[in-house]
Structure formats: C-alpha cells, structure tokens
C-alpha cells in the first residue's frame, strides 16, 4: 500500500497527477502492477474450482487491463515529453510488459482453463458483449500461439521482447535525428514567397536559440511552408533532403532496425502457421487476408493511374509556361520543387491561395466551432477547465459533458511543436469509461498535434489542412470518450484497424462545408465569415491532384503489404532501395538515391505491431466515411437525428459488435464505393 501512496501512476483516475510523475516513478509502477498480475495469473493457472466469468475470463480481462492503461500512460509521457530519463525507464518498462504479455497468451494451463470456461452454460448464455470477448480472447490466444509446442511457444516470447524493444530504438532515433536538423538562413533574401508568418516564425525560433537570422527546423510547421512557398530552390533542397534523409544515416540510423523488426515479424508469422505477417495481422480484421488487401489497392491504382498521369503532365506543361521554355515540359520535376510548383499551378488555376484562408482559423476559434459542431451532432458540451495538472504549461484541458450534465471525459490537447515531443498527429486512449453502480466513470484521452504555434502574442493561425487534422484526432477523441459498451477491453478505439479510422475521417467532412466553416472560420480581425469566392476555391481545391493523392495512399499502403509479404533482403538488396522502387511506382516524381523516408515511417515501425501490415485501413475506411457521409449530407450536415445514430450505433459500440454488422445498422445496407470515387473527382 505504502507504494500505491508514494508513486503518482498508481493513482490513475482523474485527474492524472501528470505534474507529478518522473521517470523514477515508471519501473517501480510497472513492476508493482506486474506483481499483482503475475498472482492473478497464478491463481488462474492453479485453480481447481468450478470456472465462472467473474472467476476465469473477467478476472484476466481485468488483471491484462491494468497493465496495459499503466504503460500507456508512461509511455505517451515519453512520446509528449521524452527525457533521456524517461527514455530508459519506458524501454526498459517495455521490456516487462512484453514478456509479462506473452506469458499470458502463451500459458498453457491459463489456454486450458479459458476452453473450459467456454464450455460451460454460462459461457453459453453470456449477453452479446461478454460472448464477443470469449469469442475474440480465444481466438487471440490461438492466433498468438496458445496451441503450439513448447519450443515454438518458447520463441515467440523472446520475439515480442525483441520486437519492442526494436520499436523503442526506431522511435527515439526518429526523434533525435528530428530534433537534430536545424537550418539557419541569415540573408532574408533568400526567404522570398514565404508567407509573413513563417518568416516570424522562423525569426522567433532562432531568437530563442540566442541566434542572429531565420531557423528552420523538421517540425511540420516550419518545414511545410519552406517545402510549399519558398522561392530559394537551394533551401527548398536542403530541406527536402534533411527530411527524407532523417534516420537513416549516421547514428540514428534506423536501417538495421527496420530490417530486424521485417524479420522478426516474418519469423513471427512463420511460426504461427501464417503465410506472412499481413496474413497474421489482418486475419481478424474486415480484410481478412493480404490477398484481398492487394486486390483492393490494385484496384483503387487502376482506377486513379489514368487521372494521375494526366495531373503530372498538366503540372510538367505549368511549370514550362511559367519559364517561357517548352522543352523543360519534358523534363521531371524535382522531388524538392513537385510541391512548390503544385502551389504555384493551385493558386493559377483555380484562383486559390491557401495562405488566405489562414486568418479565419485561429485555434481558439477553430476549437469552439469544432464544439459547437458537436454539441449539435451528438448532443455534448466540451468546456476548456484549468486545474488539471499537465506535464507542460501549453496542454490544455477539456471537460466532456453529456446533455443530462454527467461528466463523460477528459480531454488533454498538447497542441503545438516542442523539442522533447514526437511529430505528427494522433490521439491515444489513457482511461476508459466503465460502468458503475449508477453510472459510467469519465474516460480521458490525448490528442497530440503539431500546429502552426503562435507568434509573439498573437493567436496561432492555422492552414485549412490543420484544421482537418483537429477534427479527425478529435473523431478518434469522440469514438474513446463515447465509448458505452460495459467491458473495456472491447471499448473506445479498440476495434478492427480497419474500421478505427472511420470515426476520425467522416469528422474531416465538415472542414469542407459551408455550414459548419461558419462555425469554425472567422476572421481574427473582424469576425467575419469566408467570403463565397474563396470558398469556391477552397472546395474546388479538394478534388486539385486528388489523383496523385490517392496514389501516394496506395503506394504508401503497398510499400506495407509488399515490406511484410515478399521482402527478401537476399533478393531485393538494400531495404531503402526497394522502399523507393515500390514507393516510386505511386509517386508524380523520381525518387533521388538518398530518398529513405522508409527510415522515419512510424506508423510502420515505432510499434511491435502499430499500423503494419495493415496502413491500407486509411484507404479502406476512407470508403466508408465518404458513404457514411453521405447520409448526413442528405439529412443535414447538424442533423441530430443523424448524429444519434452515429454516436448511438458506432461511437458507442466499440468492438462489441462486428465492425460490419455496425455499419450496416447505421446505412441499413452494404458500403458503396461511389461516394469517394467521387470525392476523389475519378468517379
């Protein structure tokens, strides 16, 4: 007890003591809860008595649940404020947890204890949520190797140990080799066509490095504009290269680890009687198999090649006119200027600066129009609280509230760049809801970006593609807090990765429309709304190279499936070579030799398992969002009727139903494909 007392991550119920929690309190936590699972594991694997649920199934599910919450919470920390402290405490917790995991799965006599289990009456008789939990708990004891022989069994422990600990290595050299690249541009010259805010921005950063001069850095507020805007093509260069060349040279190199990590997952699957890793990761899921997965990317290849080619031309035949030389139509363009030149072809073409829109979408006023939207569609309140203890005096805190004035959940939103913070974009689960005696217990959730931060006192102004990376972590928000399904482990987020993106991409819808644009975009100076015509051109806009975008998806989802299916190092040489050969296929440009952007994939490598074998759910789900859609589209974009639905047969449900048999509850027949053809302007 006196433990429990002294060390703030064994008090994990809000509000989270984050303001408290150090790199000394993570082994000591990991290791207290592992002991206690460790007897619970015990007692399951010695019991004699009559198995029951609350005696057998529960008590795992409960027992695996408190670890894993635990580890989360310390390693979002290493994620949102990494310290060489907390690097090692987390990789070193890491550790433990796998090989406290693959004990679990890999126990024979915890295996024999749960079939019995399933063969009695009760079993039997279980409601819907508690039978689903059976039905998937066996069948992840058998797809981790619970019926295989003790040597095999043996094998597969060592390699879940060594596939995290290969994903600690790969993410923390992402972030050094992010935080590593720092530009300095003396000569304001050489920042022409860059907008006015990163110019100060740029300013800013290197004042607070106590340096004359403009700092450039990898985050994607400042590397995006130089990518986009600058003139200076020499800059453009160096900081495309920087980019794509981060982990995979010199001491953050992460070659050998992708290439470890490719060939554990492949011995992985071998001894788990699968064909390969994909086959093994999406047995569960909507796919089902790697085959089906490269039918539908090939599919959706086909469909957009002919759109895509003809894009590319168009933008070679631009960037002639705009020199006055015909014959460089015929040349390529590029990596380094492809961007730049595709901003240049926008704004000529359909009239559209994108930089314009950018004063209608200051963060304060984006966030209360994106909870406005909500209040309308699903019936809660989100209010900004102060007293929440956080690890960084930039996150805010929010209250999620349900229209009878019950507390839903939690909100943290660490929103802008910083040093000891991963890049990107995303949103991770820390508390589920769970039922109590009269109620539901809050749910808390991160949401993790890296927008555009302020300038001086200024309020941050955000771009249009910012925007829509709010609303879609805050789908992902919305589908963990809304959670109501009685066991956790099959709540919030925690359904087929395939589906899981559904809840985030339909949300991006109204960033686009403008009924809800006038709740989020106004002016910073004088409230006003967008005007018509820069709207046009903002919707025009979605369908501008929609092709070549859909084509990066599918090249990006089949550089996944062909890493995990048929990468033979032997065969096909260096791992970054055949990257940029699969990669190459799908991309308007030809990729250079120092091109390794294989190298800081995350969503591939900085988890044992995280999206790989399985980055075509963003393609695939995005067909579902877009008929989904459709139906408030029809019904009207703050349709509550529709809302309820939606938060009712989807949000709600988790992963206590097939992912399908929700989704037809909610359309009331099959997915079409149409309604994203047509998004994507290929219909």
């Known amino acids: 007890m006196k433990i429990r007392n002294q060390n703030p991550l064994l008090a994990l119920e809000h509000p989270i003591p984050f303001d408290r929690i150090d790199a000394q309190h993570i082994e000591p936590a990991i290791d207290h809860v592992l002991a206690a699972g460790e007897a619970t594991l015990v007692a399951l694997e010695s019991a004699t008595d009559a198995c029951t649920y609350d005696n057998t199934l529960g008590a795992f ?12 919470v310390a390693r979002q920390l290493e994620s949102v404020a990494s310290t060489d402290a907390i690097r090692a405490a987390v990789t070193a917790a890491q550790a433990k947890v796998s090989a406290f995991q693959s004990r679990t799965v890999l126990s024979s006599p ?15 008789a279980l409601d819907p949520t508690r039978s689903r939990l059976l039905e998937k708990t066996l069948d992840r004891f058998v797809r981790a190797g619970a019926t295989l022989p003790a040597d095999a069994k043996a094998r597969l422990a060592e390699l879940n140990i060594e596939l995290a600990g290969a994903a600690a290595s790969f993410r923390q050299n992402c972030l050094d080799a992010t935080n590593a690249v720092e530009v300095f541009v003396e000569e304001e010259s050489r920042l022409g066509g860059l907008p006015a805010h990163a110019v100060a921005a740029a300013r800013q950063s290197a004042e607070r490095q106590q340096r004359a001069g403009y700092r450039f850095t990898l985050d994607a507020p400042s590397l995006g504009p130089v990518l986009t805007y600058a003139d200076d093509e020499a800059l453009r260069r160096e900081m495309t290269q920087a980019h794509f060349r981060r982990a995979s040279e010199g001491r953050y190199d992460n ?3 992708i290439l470890q990590m490719l060939k554990l997952r492949a011995e992985q699957a071998r001894l788990l009687q699968y064909p390969n890793f994909v086959d093994w990761i999406v047995a569960d899921r909507i796919a089902q198999s790697s085959e089906r997965v490269a039918t539908f990317l090939k599919d959706l290849q086909r469909r957009a090649r002919p759109a895509f080619e003809c894009e590319q031309q168009d933008l070679k035949a631009f960037r002639a006119a705009m020199a006055g030389d015909a014959e460089s139509a015929l040349g390529e363009i590029p990596i380094w200027s492809n961007r730049y030149y595709e901003e240049k072809q926008r704004r000529a073409t359909l009239n559209f600066d994108s930089e314009l829109l950018r004063p209608y979408f200051s963060v304060d006023r984006v966030l209360d129009g994106l909870f406005e939207l909500l209040r309308r569609l699903f019936a809660i309140t989100v209010d900004r609280v102060e007293d929440v203890p956080t690890w960084h005096p930039s996150v805010r805190t929010y209250r999620v509230g349900d229209e009878d004035g019950s507390v839903l959940g939690y909100v943290y939103a660490d929103l802008f760049p910083r040093e000891q913070k991963r890049a990107g974009a995303y949103m991770c689960p820390l508390l589920i809801a769970e039922p109590t005696e009269s109620t539901w217990s809050p749910a808390a959730g991160l949401l993790v970006a890296n927008l555009t931060p302020p300038i001086g006192d200024a309020p941050a102004l955000l771009s249009h593609n910012e925007v829509v990376t709010i609303f879609h972590e805050f789908g992902h928000m919305l589908h963990h807090i809304l959670s109501r399904v009685t066991v956790p482990s099959l709540a919030s987020t925690r359904v087929a990765w395939d589906f899981v993106e559904l809840p985030s991409q339909i949300m991006e819808n109204w960033c686009w429309e ?22 046009a051109a903002l919707q025009r806009s979605r369908t501008y190279r929609s092709a070549t975008k859909l084509m990066r998806q599918v090249g990006q989802s089949m550089l996944d499936l062909r890493l995990h299916t048929d990468f033979d190092p032997e065969r096909d040489g260096d791992v970054f070579a055949f990257s940029r050969r699969v990669e190459g296929e799908h991309v308007p440009v030809t990729l250079p030799p120092w091109y390794a952007a294989i190298a800081s994939f995350r969503h591939l490598f900085s988890d044992a398992v995280g999206y790989a074998g399985g980055y075509y759910s963003y393609a695939w789900a995005a067909v579902l969002d877009a008929d989904a859609f459709s139906r408030f589209k029809t019904a009207g974009l703050f349709s509550s009727e529709v809302g309820k639905e939606f938060r009712d047969k989807i949000l709600a449900r988790g992963n206590s139903r097939d992912p399908m048999d929700l989704y037809r509850d909610f359309m009331g027949r099959e997915p079409d494909q149409q309604p994203l053809l047509e998004r994507y302007g290929i219909a």
């Open 514 to 535: 403008r009924e809800s644009l006038d709740l989020i975009a106004r002016h910073v100076d004088d409230d006003s709304t967008i005007p018509d015509d820069l709207l």
């Open 61 to 72: 599910e409960r027992m695996e649940r408190q670890v894993v919450q635990l580890f989360v």
């Open 255 to 257: 070659r050998d680890v």
């Open 110 to 124: 915890l295996w024999d204890r749960l079939r019995s289990f399933a063969e009695t009456d009760e079993a039997k």
